[in-house]
């Protein structure tokens, strides 16, 4: 294909979005598509099958490549590693049928917005169209690419988004997008339940199977191939029936958004209500005061409001939302607002509870996006079309399969050449042919998988942890590093606010303590405590940030319930007023009035207001955040000198310090406070002070951080705090140990001519930090044992570090990554970026936070685990409605217990497969095979109920100090199934060989009867067998009465052999129910082997054999046993034994941290210390993290 063909053909949807698709464009071909239609009547629909588990196939078959301007039919698959096809039709959307004024696309633009792809994508009032996952792409012919619809442009700037969509859209415009865009609705249609039994018979697994049974059921094994036949149903009956509950339950959870009353302005139509089904992007609508849970993604324009979040974040604590401001700023909106654009954005599903009209009327909005583009829909989508988890075990499953299905083979080619040797009809041969191929392999394989998952699930719901992605739970096993945030996570919800330290004349006054008898003297710092946050009135009730809260409580202020209503030019103006209390110290003012906020965001690091005493003209603006943060903002000559001492003596305690700060505005008369640029009024501020809280650890964090380290899986902490408060956090949860260094990396931008510089200092209250530099180094030769994945030095930095080693000095990123213990004052994008280059290093990574700034963590992590009340928190695959970090060892011994509970369930059924087919393979060596009901025994009777029950056992209470085989395919587990199944073929071989040198052995024998005596048979010719039926004959044989209890207990030997209890899983005499059943399955098999009842010996097809016989096969059962569990439990499982191996035979670990750390352990030059590196590169060759860059998408 040439190169511009190709790129006219190919393309990428959604490029560097987490939805990453590449599309193929293709035309039908009609003698192609009637070559098709032929080959599926051919071959009875088995083409068509074959094309719906291959789309790609479908097209490649049907279609030709072409571009994709001319495409009808388009092929998308996933750019991950998993590569995944799906097919879509491009269809058209008609305009012509809309009364426009215009006649085509040359005269004037369809829609107002001149940037919309609406306007480039309309051919002859027709615009070509696909839908992917619920969103709709049109064709735009100006840049030749598939483009989303359903919402604004992201190029629009503050401005455009004002003067455009702020008088709201024509009828015009709106019916155009109405049409273009499709309804705002988040649809979830309740699935059929004849879609769901199509889908899931049709699993490739099934249809093997209903191939074994229809080829079991022609040869007779009626009552085996019923029981089968029932199970199946009862199987995909409960499946089905799960997944419609699920998809009845998130179409009620969506349904009632779809049916909201919205006030929507038009251009010169005024504004009138309607269904909110038939917003657009683009539409301005008024938010009248009342509650309101959002239909849409929508961005203030005017006025502001407060809103739930905890619909998307798992915190239910009001938000304020700022209205976009007014500036000509040539930068997209978001651009000039930065990460933090958020504070604008009214979020769909969430619920707008107070609004603030500002002086010209009622509160604004411009609608966003609309449908499955909003935030809740792509929550939805997330749910509809989760993301495949990539782990081995899936994948080896597949393999194994694979394996036997070869096995399987080889079985059919012996078969076909022993019964052809004997003259045997054709319909005979490639009937036991085909037999002996689906006995190597149990379809059962994949379901077996997931039994694990789902008691494992049952019982993490007991210990009110909640998992909305089950098949991740495997993959908590192989955790070996968590990430914690700090507040609210490690140390709790609430602080205690211990202090303040009050600035004059830019030094530090005494301290004010808490709870103190006399109460904070009036003064701007005074004021700042009571008018510089966000907290709000809801049900008589004050409601906020909790650190909010107690700064303002210490105050002795009250939130004046009424607010006050001043009259404005242009119209009503609602203020919250703070006034002081019963208990408070004496103000020269009855009130200050809030007048307006700038919010806090975790971005920006702080937070201000604007106010006003009552009864005075002058404006205040009050700021408090991060100490450094805030400090940059003030006029030096305020700040004290000794600022930076001064802020490390307390957060080096582990108190979480917050400043704060003072000016004076003069906007001039009848300026709007609320059109004020934030960069304007926070500049020369005065410095009043440090707010001082104590954030204590919570109970549960320390010895939960000692069972992590005693397991050796890591601890990281991630938080937006201060890096010294972390550091001693770290410290105090044992993090940290005592006596180890903690390294400050601090690392710089390039400023002129310096490059970009990083340093590596010693923290202060380190033993070491007295210590001369070359002692220091002397001093790390002793310094690791990484193999035991302790170490005694540690690196700590700050988010601005570590978005300055990204982007200048990646190459050291791994070296740091691998002893990193506190990140300190992360953005959530940050977060999101660690938690990636942990995994690029190859670690698991678990992330536990409070789901609201960690949302992008949550997701990214292998597990994220959400500390939330809501039972399901769509920021994370687990919630966890406990709020400590308690869960964290209980999800990973769960997860360690599934994962071991999968794997014994596989080798068991490899096991028992292989034994049937050995067992079966030797009696086709003369042409007999087992009977019905002892099939029914082993299958039915033995294997289902071990594989339902197997896994019931539980996690072992101690986290094991090693993580379970992560793969199926690894040496223990290969040597385990390998050497029974040789310990199960000598033991058929022997049972088989040896059976016919007994003296009472007749080749064709059809007595069944014992003598009573029981050591004589009743006689029996050889030669009066030729009366007997084929189908006797093909059963009744000494082989057949000796194989059938070697093979039934070697069942039962090996699922009691697999049941390995500890280190990860609780002895398996706790399983009662297992236990229990595979002692009734031995009991069972016993009596009908030594029964002696005519009854039982001609229903299971049995010859009666001497006691001594039946004596010698209990022998060899029983040796084996011993053999098979000396090898599985004394070799296979002896981790030391393995350990030994791996020294003599040099194996070392692949994994990328590992390799990392044997490096460093050679390198006499690291940890550096007390240095400075400078980059070497010019800043236009700088690695750029891809994450990092979109990190707003989290």
Known sequence: MGEKLWKDHYALLNKDEENELEIFGYKTQVWRRALCIAGYILSCGALLLLFYWKPEWDVWANCICCSLEEADVVLLRTTDEFQRYTWKKVTWIDLSTLALRVGSNTQSPLVADTDSVINRAVMKLKMRCIQVQKIRYIWDFSVKEFKKVGSLEDSNTCHSIHHKFGAGLTREEQKIRQVVCGPNAIEVEIRPIWKLLFKEILNPFYVFQAFTLTLWLSQGYIEYSVAIIILTIISIGLTVYDLRQQSTKLHHLVEEHNEVQVTVCMKSEGCKETKSCYLVPGDMFLLDGKKLALPCDAVLIDGSCIVNEGMLTGESIPVTKTPLPLTESPMPWKIHSMEDYRRHVLFCGTEVIQTKPSGKGPVKAVVLQTGFNTAKGDLVRSILYPKP??????????????????????????????????????????????????????????????????????????????????????????????????????????????????????????????????????????????????????????????????????????????????????????????????????????????????????????????????????????????????????????????????????????????????????????????????????????????????????????????????????????????????????????????????????????????????????????????????????????????????????????????????????????????????????????????????????????????????????????????????????????????????????????????????????????????????????????????????????????????????????????????????????????????????????????????????????????QRHCSPGNQTMSNSSPGGNSTSSGSQSNVLSYEDTTLWPLSSINCIIVAFVFSKGKPFRKPIYTNYVFSVLLALQLAVCLFLFFADIDTVYSGMQFLCTPLIWRVYILLMLLVTFCISLFTEDIILQNKHLWLLIKAWFGYQSNSQYRKWQRMLQRDPNWPPVNTDDFAAKSTDEIYINPTYEHSDKD
């Open 389 to 1006: 988890v990539n782990f081995k075990l899936y994948r080896d499953a597949f393999k194994f399969i694979v394996g036997l299905s070869v096995i399987g083979v080889f079985g059919l080619i012996y078969t076909v050449c022993v019964f052809m040797s004997h003259k045997k009809p054709a319909a005979d041969v490639v009937a036991m042919a085909l037999l002996l191929l689906t006995v190597a392999v149990p379809p059962a394989i994949p379901t077996a998988l997931t039994t694990g998952t789902v008691y494992a699930q049952r019982r993490l719901k007991k210990k009110k942890i909640f998992c909305i992605s089950p098949q991740r739970i495997n993959i908590c096993g192989q955790i070996n590093l968590v990430c914690f945030d700090k507040t609210g996570t490690l140390t709790e919800d609430g602080l205690d606010l211990w202090g303040v330290i009050p600035s004059e004349g830019s030094r530090f006054q005494k301290v004010h303590k808490f709870p103190s008898n006399t109460s904070l003297p009036w003064g701007p710092l005074c004021g700042a405590m009571a008018s510089c946050h966000s907290l709000v009135v809801l049900d008589k009730k004050i409601q906020g940030d909790p650190l909010d809260l107690k700064m303002f409580e210490s105050t002795h202020w009250v939130i004046d319930s009424h607010p006050l209503h001043t009259q404005d030019g242009s119209g009503a103006l609602s203020t919250c007023i703070v006034r002081p209390g019963p208990k408070a110290s004496s103000a020269p003012t009855e009130g200050i009035a809030i007048l307006h906020q700038f919010p806090f965001s975790s971005a920006l690091q702080r937070m201000s207001v604007v106010s006003q005493k009552i009864g005075e003209e002058q404006y205040d603006l009050y700021m408090k955040g991060a100490p450094e943060t805030v400090s940059s903002f003030c006029r030096q000559d305020t700040v004290p000198a000794n600022f930076l001492k001064e802020l490390k003596t307390y957060t080096s305690q582990g108190f979480r310090v917050i400043a704060l700060a003072h000016k004076v505005l003069n906007p001039g008369k009848d300026v709007d406070v609320s059109n004020l640029e934030r960069e304007d009024a926070e500049s020369e501020l005065e410095f009043l002070g440090l707010l001082v809280m104590e954030n204590r650890l919570k109970q549960e964090t320390k010895p939960v951080l000692q069972q992590l380290a005693t397991a050796r899986i890591r601890s990281v902490m991630v938080t937006g705090d201060n890096l010294q408060t972390a550091i001693m956090v770290a410290r105090t949860a044992g993090m940290i140990h005592t006596g180890s260094k903690v390294i400050l990396v601090e690392a710089s931008e390039p400023e002129g001519s310096t490059p970009a510089s990083i340093a590596w200092r010693l923290a202060e209250d380190c033993e070491a930090n007295t210590a001369a530099p070359h002692e220091v180094h002397n001093n790390t030769e002793e310094k690791i044992t990484l193999e035991e994945e302790t170490c005694n030095y540690h690196f700590a930095m700050n988010g601005k570090s570590y978005q300055v080693i990204i982007k200048h000095f990646y190459s050291l990123l791994p070296k740091i990554l691998v002893n990193a213990t506190v990140f300190a004052r992360m953005s959530p994008g940050q977060k999101s970026s660690l938690v990636e280059e942990f995994q690029k290093l190859d670690y698991y990574v678990g992330m536990c936070g409070d789901g609201a700034n960690d949302c992008g963590a949550l997701k990214m992590a292998h597990a994220g685990i959400s500390l939330s009340e809501q039972e399901a928190s769509v920021a994370s695959p687990f919630t966890s409605q406990i709020p400590n970090i308690q869960c964290v060892p209980e999800l990973i011994r769960e997860g360690r217990a599934a994962l071991v509970a999968s794997f014994a369930v596989v080798k068991y059924l490899t096991l028992y497969g292989l034994i049937q087919f050995v067992g079966t393979a030797l009696l086709f060596w003369q042409l007999q095979i087992f009977g019905n009901q002892q099939y029914l025994i082993q299958d039915a009777v033995i294997t289902l109920l071990v594989c339902l029950t197997m896994s019931l056992t539980e996690a072992y209470p101690q986290l094991a100090p090693y993580r379970p085989p992560g793969q199926l395919i690894s040496p223990p587990l290969l040597f385990s199934i390998i050497l029974n199944v040789c310990f199960t073929i000598i033991m058929q071989t022997c049972g088989f060989l040896l059976v016919k040198q007994q003296p009472w052995y007749v080749a064709l024998a059809s």
